[in-house]
């Protein structure tokens, strides 16, 4: 691609979610293979590890074998990051396990995604694993959720299997909270509706899969009402020209700002007015989320790291004790009252799990009041309380203000992940 | 379409400062590594973006073979003037001459192996506890695993199977006294995005990546550039040919493709119609299918 696209080329994010039998290293070998993103001795060396196993054909799953372990066991152990690009969109999957840690993994992968494909087998319709990653899809409100029916040529290419599952799906999704669901009939072994629309499924009029994610509306994925700026670092230049400089640089969580707004700084309540919105290309009369700026303010008052500055008429609650949805992802379970490092934003606290409200049952989705233990891939609603209030938005208004991650001061592992549920 | 949205290569640009100002943040000593290359060239050009109007608040090291281009170190000095930051050298020949590393034998003979150790004595040295690099994911399989903060143990080796989940925009910069971490900022970039880059960027990168006359030697695929640590084989014969250079290594095993690019503009059309990833003439990758993984799980870049 040259230069002349890349002032309209968005960048989107996807995940993938199924597991080892879906085909999923399939379909995302087939989305770079046809999209022309492997190089001739990436294929070269697929090709000729595909004859040494044995196989007619290239194996096109191969293509996202990574470590060492992954390849002599043919699975996935950790999320592994796929880059292509069309002369529409450029394309960041986060290709995540199904089976091991799937939980962990799909979290992971999910956090940052504008979208999610899972995968269905045709063959076997919706099953619990469909189930589970729809939820983790939804608690993670990825905005756009796309079901690919795959191994359609499993099934004569029929309409009513596919009618039938679509039917089964949206049982499931009732249930959910995902704002765009889209199906696609596939084959993503023979390359059906992938890149190109397929001649065996005349009966399906919408896009092949390619086509639906350089189209998909991510215009409003970001929050671009609530203005969040939460400070990182101060810049003060010691030379000549910027000697009285005082700069707060952050990358713009959410919403938008402008030179002039009046502004307050959490937790201390300090009231200001936005002076400069400078980068080393220039100063701006306004940034949005997701630029990284330095902002000057009109006073001189005490900003830092961890500290937030937002527009005077539309703050985050500042708490010290809330609900998150809980993911576990350590195999060292939670100890209820002990203390963990707490990062939100940029800002790092001490805090602890009080109560356990519920726990998920993760395979019949139902809420299990008396369990309380929490260990690896445990899902399930929680109250924290902090030592000093945090900022707070509900993670279903702000991705960037509503989640947090607890790190064991014992090991300094990341050991759960929590979205703000309420205050 | 609403006009508050990012390109790509902007969106790209605002992570990689993200995490930059996140490294200089969260830790007490971090430092650049330096190879002369394009990757770290624009690493540094990141920072200064990221640190403006504030100077570029990380030391520079590079892990010096000994077996390096004349025009790498000398762009190097350059660079290392311009941006008024410090620079540390790690000598690979150094930890030769102390013993702790012996040189390769044979044809193929490399320092790269080597630089391993040079680089984890200078990270204890200097007490270093995040040295920022210039990987892609997309170059390499095991790459394509990396963390945007990677832990590395005492023993500066990296656990693929057993990293910390990393999620939204929170990065765990947590480690023990004696372990360290690697930073990534341009993680999600791709070969073509960073040409992309330093075209829009008008950011100066070294001649090597422009086609120009050179000697060179047709071995393993490639044209390896003559030079003093080159001993013919039988068969093997010195042309002269146009050439440049994807990615800039060791001299003794860094293959030059031929080439009529002579300006960024042409690279950028060249690397777009390229069919062979950049990485397919670096000798040090083409040693075993998990070369890079090895070497990365003993502590290399």
New interface residues.
Partial sequence: MTTENIDKNQLLRFSTAGSVDDGKSTLIGRLLYDSKSIFEDQLEAITNTSRRKGHDTVDLAMFTDGLREEREQGITIDVAYRYFTTPKRKFIIADTPGHIQYTRNMVTGASTANASIILIDARHGVIEQTKRHSYIASLLQIPHLIICINKMDLVDYSEDVYKHIVEDYEKVSSKLVIKDIQFIPISALEGDNVVSRSENMPWYLGAPLLHTLEHLYIGSDNNKIDARFPVQTVIRPQREGFIDYRGYAGRIGSGIFRKGDAVTILPSGFTSKIKSIDTYDGSLEEAFSPMSVCMQLEDDVDVSRGDMIVRSNNQPTPSQEFDIMLCWLSTKPMQMRNKYTILHTSNEQKALVKDVVYKININTLERDLEDKTFGMNDIGRVTIRTTKPLMIDAYRENRVTGSIILIDDSTFETVAAGMVVSK | ??K????????????A??IL??V??QFQNPVILFSGGKDSITITHLA????????IPFVLLHIDTGQNFPETIKFRDKLVKELGVQLLVGSVQESIDEGRVAEEKGKNASRNFLQITTLLDAIEKYKIDCAIGGAR??EE??R??ERFFSHRDEFGQWD??N????????L?G???QGEHFRAFPI??W?E??VW?YI??EKIDIPSLYFAHEREVIWRNNSWIPQSEFITLDKGEEVVTKKIRFRTLGDINITGGIESDAETLEQI??EV?A????ER?NRADDKRS??AM??RKKQGYF
Wanted: aromatic share 14%; hydrophobic share 30%; net charge neutral.
């Fill in positions: 379409m609403s508050y949205y990012l390109n790509y290569l902007d969106e790209l640009e605002s992570e400062i993200f100002r996140e200089y943040a200064k973006k990221a640190f403006y109007p504030a100077q994911r997309d399989k095991a394509a695993k693929p199977k990293q910390k989940p990393e999620l939204w925009n929170l765990n947590k480690c023990f993680s999600n791709t073509m995005d992309n075209l829009r950028v059309q777009a390229m069919r062979q990833t397919g299918e998990t993984e090895d």
